[in-house]
């Protein structure tokens, strides 16, 4: 396993991290992920820690807080083992506070999800949405204080925008509290619009990425092929809706070159999305899933070995779209590019 610090903290982590979301999974999105109990989980970490992958993602809000729940079971009397990182801010009920990053919240939040975690630390915590009716400055004096009582290791953010990353960076800096050092984001072959201004910013200010839905939603399991019908037993037929979207015919020529690759390679669809992902610049950790050992182990696969420039180059041709404006002209135009060439 390669180890990677996160950003510009010391905090060493590995080039693959599990997603626990299918832990303890119920609902119409995390019931058709996987429900995997406190067993099963147990196996799929020792797996994990077998293959020196360390670090395991949850948040509050999956399952409401099953996930958290099934997870601090299955590490009981090894959590010096491993790294915990989860989020909050999502709707946890309907009350008024139950919801966002104030004060209040975050307290309660963080202290809900040590006990489910069965813990006295979290290593990494991300906010996992901009709550834009708290000032950044409460949220962020809340979670210095937080880090200060021993609660917190590290910060991290998940799904801002660019100027929503900088403001906080920006009051962190100016008051010296705690800053944000990680950016869980969604990033893959379909989907490369971090690549356009949060990849620079995360490079420029030392924030590092780590990349949730790397095979694009379940649409890279090499199960999704042009001119052949989903699968009768695809998770999309019920989930496609909460992720992000595709352009259909971006997606069938991505999977082609995919599986080009995966002919030269002997590699999976997905191990070559995966493994393309690890190489790109500002990423420190890519989030892998499964719902069973096998699953868990092909995603294993998809480090210890690398792709070939030109492999790359293919892969990259037939992902790229257009940036929105203001970044086409650093790619299109020679005089845009002289004065900032793009982070890739």
Not at 120 to 135: M, N, S, V
Not at 197 to 207: A, K, N, S
Request: charged share 20%; with cysteine.
């Amino acid at each position: 396993m390669e180890y990677r610090n996160l950003g510009a903290s010391g905090l060493k982590v590995p080039v693959l991290s599990f997603g626990t979301g299918t832990f303890g999974g119920t609902g119409p999105l995390f019931g058709a992920w996987g429900t995997t109990d406190a067993n099963e989980a147990r196996r799929l970490i020792d797996i994990c820690l077998d293959a020196g992958l360390n670090l395991f993602d949850t948040a509050d809000v999956y399952s409401d807080g099953a996930s958290e729940t099934v997870l601090g079971e299955a590490i009981r009397g090894r959590r010096d083992a491993m790294l915990i990182s989860t989020k909050t801010a999502l709707p946890m009920g309907e009350g008024p506070s139950d919801a966002g990053t104030s004060r209040a919240r975050l307290v309660r939040s963080v202290d809900a999800a040590l006990k489910r975690l069965g813990t006295d630390y979290i290593d990494l915590l991300q906010l996992h949405a901009f709550d834009a009716a708290t000032p950044v400055e409460e949220v962020l004096s809340t979670l210095d204080d937080l880090v200060r009582a021993g609660k917190l290791r590290y910060l991290g953010v998940s799904n801002f925008s660019g100027w929503q990353v900088m403001k906080s960076l920006a009051a962190a800096e100016r008051h010296g509290w705690q800053r944000y050092v990680a950016h869980q984001v969604y990033y893959s072959l379909v989907g490369r619009d971090y690549e356009w201004e949060l990849m620079p910013l995360g490079l420029d200010q030392g924030v590092g990425a780590l990349v949730w839905s790397p095979l694009g939603w379940g649409r890279l399991t090499g199960k999704i092929r042009r001119g052949v019908p989903l699968p009768e037993g695809s998770r999309l037929h019920d989930t496609a809706s909460f992720g992000p979207p595709v352009d259909q015919e971006q997606l069938y020529r991505v999977v082609d070159a995919l599986e080009d690759v995966a002919e030269e390679t002997g590699k999976t669809v997905p191990q070559i999305a995966i493994n393309w992902l690890t190489r790109r610049p500002s990423v420190s950790s890519v989030i892998v899933g499964a719902r069973n050992e096998e699953q868990l182990r092909q995603n294993l696969g998809a480090i210890g070995w690398s792709l070939s420039d030109e492999q790359i180059a293919k892969l990259d041709a037939a992902s790229l779209t257009d940036a929105a404006y203001p970044y086409f002209p650093y790619r299109r135009q020679e005089a845009f590019a002289r004065l900032s060439p793009p982070a890739v």
